[in-house]
């Protein structure tokens, strides 16, 4: 039988998958020994079964009762019990941590009278009421939905009534008046009083978190961060302990250590007498955790053992959740914690100087999505004046239009417009808000308020509690001293490591770290700093454990210049389709406009030279690595004006009475010829060359001769020659007879041996379905993922982006797009069938990646499962590609 509830002291940080992170945490602390308040886990299978039933699993209630009894046990007190009440909180928590995203409901178990009780244990009304107040607050919004502006408005009115600047100001007459309208508020908005019954109460706390799993909010923040939609959410019912209850009662957050950078030391916020939810909400500003060691010496000192024990234990960077009650300090979360991307490298870089972890650990714990972020721009040097400071909460650089509200920004984002979100404080409906914008300003809040952490996670730049600024979204403007200093509109700069705030837009340069990776900063140069000794030295690692090779895509020299000194180990696609480009045209139209044989061969051999200087530049540049130059691939209209634009012209043109050049019309009959309705499926790639004579041949002739000529000067080429598009084995070897009719042309002049590797690219369901045959008449296959996946699926590569995949993403029928990360079940297994096929005809074939998933972290996991040689991606993806695929060999 299921166990769908689990004590506290059953389970392990091992069990996130089944108890969320949250719950696996408690459990692990509560066998370390660690102070946690009694509790026990309602499982992620809990919540798929109510997801898939739509009610409750038949035993979930006597296990949930029995788990409370035990719990009353060890506290000594009883859910209920008017003398003495035990209270509870119900968190969520899944396997993968949300921060902010779903529901939490704290003093479960107040009512009229257990709140009398409460009051007299505590000997505080003034307490008591306050908890009171909170329960209903947070049970009305959360539990039965009513908009939590209703309650915070009524809040609002009695502060303002009372003169009381926060919530903590409020006496225990303003408190009992609150209970009462709040609960008015509960029966007006519902029908029906606030529930009496402690347990009704827990069941519905426990299921509003259930369905707090799929709230709006949620799924945004899953399909952003690419976690599976099915996993479902633990439930945690925790025993209440109170930083509300007196002065020395206070509740905050911290870190191991400091999440911008990895330091060790005292890092996190407090805020004395009040609850959890106050500190991550911004609400107040809170003070720093140094400052408790005066406030509370005792339970600062165990926060710093426990904070020792848990890096310890956990070999990480560990954030927490504590609350101090009449000075004992309890434990309420832990996990690792969420860094920021330089942060991720130089605490891995750090555990293995300490000795806590060895270098293959090291490089699980960084990824090439955080290294992408450190290649960032970064704000240029020079003199300015900030004209606010805040916390730099997670770093970059961000320029955008100031934008005070969530819906703006995310409209401004589908415009191509830059904002910055800016906000007293956010909260967890600005999802979509953050994630569109180009950083986040907030004017209140520590370094672990939602802003901050959710930034954080999400990689997102972010200054918070920047307090001089007066943000006024009503007025739409932020004020300094009571001076405008930016409208709505107006553009501001922030940088998320000084948390300093520009006006107007900064230049920026390239960071650090793309300097270093640019070969422009070697990590040994004195001036490098620590979080480029720390990128080198697990690039390094990468570097000696993985299998896979990684290429780049380049087509000129300079661009292989630049791949190389990024750490490609060759050309995997050098597209030949530019070279066709700019003056060059003339030749290319004469080619196509070409009306006898020696017409064409004339503008071959003109296109010739040309060819062979471009070859010559790339070998030059890539030395004795190997070179991928694939023949010409698309359809030749591209080459020509648009059929449209050149009807038009030429109707206008006899319309006025001008005579059309006879050229004209050729121009126009030859596009005319070539139009096709859906050119991607038409005269392109292998086709072109075996409908176009000598157009190959010219090709490999080009390139023949220019290995001869840089052979010449010294350097050895290791060129591969690259037929794109094939069906058929029959295309390829059609094509290889040319190819093998050429090079005995050229070698005739030579004593050279001009023996080159020829290969064939992917990229139609038909060659993967084929690829055993293919495979005999290739030395290697390139996977042309672009292709493939546009015509697996049938969608238009070109077109697909701005049309329907903005639905289909919505339904939740697309996740990612299928053209930046691999579909792995569908275009996936024909790459797999095709490695498969291909090889087992020839055991000597290498295959590799060409198309852009070569450049993806999930999709280059996926390549090195299947045991593919190497992948080969833009230039500046070259450095992701090689620490993801060192990852991927772990
Ligand atoms: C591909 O199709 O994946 C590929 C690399 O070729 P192209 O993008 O040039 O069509
Ligand atoms: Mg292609």
Redesign the pocket.
């Known amino acids: 039988m299921t166990t769908y509830v689990h004590p506290f002291r059953e389970g392990s940080k091992d069990q996130k998958d089944l108890l969320g992170g949250k719950g696996a945490n408690l459990a692990e602390m509560t066998r370390l020994g660690l102070p946690v308040p009694p509790g026990f886990t309602i499982t992620t299978d809990a919540c798929r079964y109510v997801m898939h039933h739509g009610q409750n699993p038949p035993d979930l209630a006597d296990e949930v009762a029995a788990a409370l009894e035990d719990v009353e046990g060890q506290i000594d007190r009883r859910f209920g019990d008017p003398e003495d009440p035990l209270l509870v909180s119900v968190r969520s928590g899944a396997a993968i941590s949300m921060p902010g995203m779903m529901e939490t409901v704290l003093n479960v178990g107040l009512n009229d009278e257990t709140v009398q009780g409460l009051a007299a244990q505590s000997g505080s009304e003034r307490f008591a009421q306050d908890s009171y107040r909170r329960l209903l607050q947070m049970y009305g919004a959360t539990v039965l939905g009513i908009a939590a502006s209703t309650f915070e408005e009524a809040l609002e009115a009695v502060r303002e009534d009372r003169g009381a600047a926060d919530d903590a100001g409020l006496d225990v007459e303003a408190l009992r008046e609150l209970v009462g309208s709040f609960q008015d508020i509960i029966e007006r908005e519902t029908g029906t009083p606030f529930p009496q019954d402690p347990h009704e109460q827990l069941r519905g706390s426990i299921s509003a978190v259930f369905e707090s799993w799929n709230a709006p909010r949620a799924i945004v923040y899953r399909n952003a961060e690419h976690i599976d939609h099915e996993l479902g959410t633990a439930v945690n019912v925790v025993a209440m302990v109170f930083g509300n209850l007196d002065e020395r009662s206070a509740t905050g957050v911290a870190f191991t250590r400091d999440p911008s950078t990895g330091e060790h030391g005292v890092y996190g916020d407090f805020l004395v007498g009040a609850q959890g939810e106050d500190v991550v909400a911004g609400i107040r500003n809170t003070r720093s955790l140094e400052e408790l060691e005066e406030v509370l010496p005792e339970a600062y000192a165990e926060l710093l053992r426990i904070m020792d024990v848990l890096e310890e234990e956990y070999r990480d960077l560990c954030d927490i959740e504590f609350t101090i009650e009449s000075g004992k300090l309890w434990m309420l979360q832990t996990r690792v914690g969420k860094r920021t991307a330089a942060a991720a490298f130089l605490i891995a870089a750090a555990l293995i100087d300490e000795g806590a972890i060895d270098e293959h650990e090291a490089l699980t714990r960084v990824s090439g999505a955080q290294l992408t972020r450190l290649m960032f721009p970064r704000f240029a040097g020079g003199e300015r004046t900030a004209v606010a400071r805040g916390m730099g909460a997670s770093p970059g650089a961000a320029v955008g239009e100031v934008v005070f509200d969530s819906e703006t920004v995310i409209a401004h984002e589908q415009e191509g417009r830059r904002s910055l979100l800016v906000r007293r404080e956010t909260n967890p409906d600005d999802l979509g808000g953050m994630l569109a914008a180009e950083g986040v300003l907030t004017s209140r809040g520590g370094k672990t308020s939602h802003a901050a952490v959710v930034a954080r996670g999400l990689g997102k730049t972010c200054v918070c509690g920047a307090e001089s600024l007066d943000v006024d979204p009503k007025a739409r403007e932020v004020r300094l001293d009571g001076e405008v200093v930016a409208r709505e509109g107006d553009v501001l700069s922030i940088d998320g490591t000084t948390g300093e705030v520009f006006a107007g837009e900064v230049p920026v340069e390239p960071s650090e770290v793309a300097q270093y990776l640019e070969g422009e900063l070697p990590a040994d140069d004195p001036s490098a700093t620590a979080l480029v000794r720390a990128v080198d030295r697990l690039m390094g690692v990468a570097d000696q454990v993985r299998r896979m090779q990684v290429r780049a895509n380049a087509d000129t020299a300079d661009d292989a210049g630049r791949a190389r000194t990024m750490g490609a180990e060759g050309i995997g696609l050098a597209r030949t389709e530019h070279m066709f480009l700019g003056e060059r045209r003339a030749q290319v139209e004469k080619l196509i406009l070409a009306g006898d044989p020696a017409e064409r061969e004339e503008a071959l051999a003109e296109l010739l030279p040309a060819q062979r200087d471009d070859f010559a530049g790339l070998m030059r540049a890539m030395g004795e690595l190997p070179l991928t130059i694939r023949l010409l691939?698309p359809p030749l209209h591209e080459f020509l004006p648009d059929l449209t634009d050149l009807s038009v012209r030429i109707a206008r043109a006899e319309g006025a009475g001008r005579s059309i050049p006879t050229h004209e019309r050729k121009v126009l009959a030859a596009v005319e010829r070539l139009h096709e309705q859906n050119p991607m499926l038409g005269l392109r790639?292998v086709r072109l060359g075996l409908t176009i004579p000598g157009l190959f041949g010219m090709q490999v002739r080009a390139i023949l001769e220019a290995e001869l000529a840089v052979r010449a000067e010294g350097v050895s080429p290791h060129v591969e020659i690259m037929i794109?598009?094939v069906g058929s084995v029959r295309e390829l070897r059609a094509i290889r007879r040319e190819i093998d009719e050429i090079t005995e042309d050229v070698a005739a002049g030579t004593t050279e041996d001009l023996t080159t590797r020829i290969g064939t690219?992917i990229?139609l369901p038909r060659a993967a379905l084929r690829a055993g045959e293919i495979a005999e008449a290739a030395e290697f296959f390139s996977f042309?993922t672009?292709?493939l996946t546009q015509t697996t699926w049938g969608f238009s590569r070109d077109d697909v982006e701005a049309g329907f995949f903005f639905t289909y993403k919505e339904r939740g029928i697309l996740s990612d797009s299928p053209f930046e990360s691999l579909d792995q079940f569908g275009v996936g297994e024909l790459v797999r069938i095709a490695a498969e096929r291909g090889r087992a005809t020839n055991p000597e074939l290498t295959l590799g990646v060409c198309?852009e998933h070569g450049g993806d972290p999930a999709s280059i996991h996926f390549f090195h499962s299947l045991g593919l040689d190497y992948v080969s991606c833009s230039p500046f993806r070259v450095p992701v590609a090689r620490l993801e695929a060192g990852r991927a060999s772990l």
Do not use: I, T, Y
């Open positions: 691939d790639g794109p598009l690219m990229e042309g672009n292709d198309g």
